[in-house]
């Protein structure tokens, strides 16, 4: 949520952030409402003014025997008091619209961010050499049937389209990969992890932006106003601290969480429908961070080293690359997507997402009123929040087997999951 000051302080300045987002979004309703509460306001402090003035002159003027006097001002303060009580809730319901209006606002794209939209990314760097195959490689959704490991069809008479079911050795890299993640995450990096619920509450997400603005790609409980489920572990880990003030040495948190994440992908019709690429329900580890706002910026860089270094110990290939100030999330200052190579996606291979790290300043902050003392008794400020996939499963398990293949259709295991898969190879199952 942004703060109510800029706008009203510096339009022109969140004018301009919401056209560098490609937002039609007006100001305009904001600035009125804000106007009518700073009438309302001004006439309320004058009464309760006039009032309190009011009451000591009736004492005195009924203590001088002037009675007639003392009822004129008793029945003007009376109409003071009735015109205060009406304004009221004529004021709650003008701070409820600000509030609303507010909640639909994304937040303000930073200056490091290059204009334009999906094409106009920048890459920041490369990582790894993608490999040089002597055979057509296969992509994900062929060598898990050829493998065993992957049913697509059943997936679909269980549940539906975009399901899937891992089968053998499947289902254990699956396993692997979040054993391993969390291990690296929790061991190398300092994080803590944590097991949250996958039901969260409205409130929880409004905290984190994925309410109101996003309600079509969620999956809502049938309870119309307690649970929907989790589209990534953002929404429950971010919010462990809502609604708190944190003392300065307890600010900086760390955490990382496997969930399984579900999302109706409203707005993706006809993309990526083939394998495991865009799944209504898929497996991530996630990475949140609650720090400082002079702090913010390094940890984001911080952030997105810990989940690249998921893809450098696997081997895999990728690329950093700064969004574009159109393509930058709803909540998002800043966003740096990880691309993992992809050999067998389209021709000749390509760079998909496969990890988004965004810092948001203090706009999911203030939507859950998580501030922080800069020192002891201090004024409370709020916290700044980041949080980014360390890293997805599925899409890590589909450019293992991509970029791991071999002529004869088996997958080498990375070396540092044959520890925790118990497998060398994933060989096709004898004929």
């Known amino acids: 949520m942004l703060d109510i000051r800029l706008i009203v302080d510096h339009p022109d300045q969140v004018r301009r952030a919401l056209e560098r987002r490609g937002s039609d979004i007006s100001i305009d309703p904001v600035l009125e409402a804000h106007a009518r509460r700073r009438e309302l306001l001004q006439e309320i402090e004058a009464l309760r003014a006039q009032v309190n003035r009011v009451g000591p002159q009736i004492g005195a003027l009924m203590k001088e025997g002037r009675k007639d006097e003392a009822t004129a001002l008793r029945a003007e303060a009376g109409q003071a008091s009735k015109r205060l009580k009406g304004l009221d809730p004529e004021l709650s319901a003008v701070e409820e619209q600000i509030h609303e209006l507010l909640l639909g606002f994304p937040n303000v794209v930073s200056d490091e961010a290059p204009d334009g939209g999906e094409e106009d990314a920048r890459t920041e760097r490369t990582w790894g050499e993608p490999r040089d195959f002597d055979f057509v490689p296969r992509d994900h959704a062929e060598l898990g ?51 949250t619920p996958f039901l969260c509450n409205t409130d ?142 389209a021709e000749g291979g390509r760079y998909r997402e496969i990890s988004s790290c965004s810092l948001y300043t203090d706009f999911q902050a203030r939507r859950m009123n998580l501030r ?60």
């Open 372 to 431: 922080y003392r800069p020192e002891p008794k201090g004024k409370p400020r709020f916290c700044h929040t980041l949080n980014g996939s360390g890293v997805a499963i599925g899409r890590c398990i589909i450019a293992i087997l991509e970029n791991y293949q071999q002529d004869d259709g088996s997958v080498v295991v990375p070396e540092v999951l044959r520890d925790y898969l118990k497998l060398d190879v994933i060989a096709p199952p004898a004929r």
């Open 145 to 195: 049937k050829v493998l065993g490991i992957l049913d697509l069809e059943r997936a679909a008479k269980i549940a539906g389209s975009r399901f899937s079911v891992m089968l053998g050795a499947g289902a254990a890299l699956t396993r692997a990969l979040k054993d391993y993640m969390i291990d690296l995450h929790t061991r190398e990096h300092g994080y803590t992890e944590v097991l």
């Open 204 to 345: 929880a997400f409004l905290g984190t932006g994925q309410l109101p603005k996003f309600a079509e790609d969620l999956f809502r409980i049938q309870d119309p106003d307690r649970f929907w489920l989790i589209p990534t572990a953002e929404v429950p880990v971010t919010n462990l601290h809502a609604g708190e003030i944190l003392e300065a040495d307890e600010v900086e948190k760390a955490y990382v969480a496997y969930t399984p994440c579900f999302r109706s992908e409203a707005g993706a019709a006809g993309k990526d429908t083939r394998g495991i690429m865009r799944q209504h329900q898929f497996d991530k580890v996630e990475l949140v961070r609650v720090t400082t706002p002079d702090r913010g910026r390094a940890v984001l860089d911080e952030l997105t080293g810990h989940a690249e270094k998921i893809l450098q110990l696997l081997e895999l290939p990728h690329r950093v690359v700064t969004l574009a100030s159109r393509d930058i999330g709803f909540g998002s200052h800043l966003t740096f997507d990880i691309e993992v190579w992809l050999p067998a996606d």
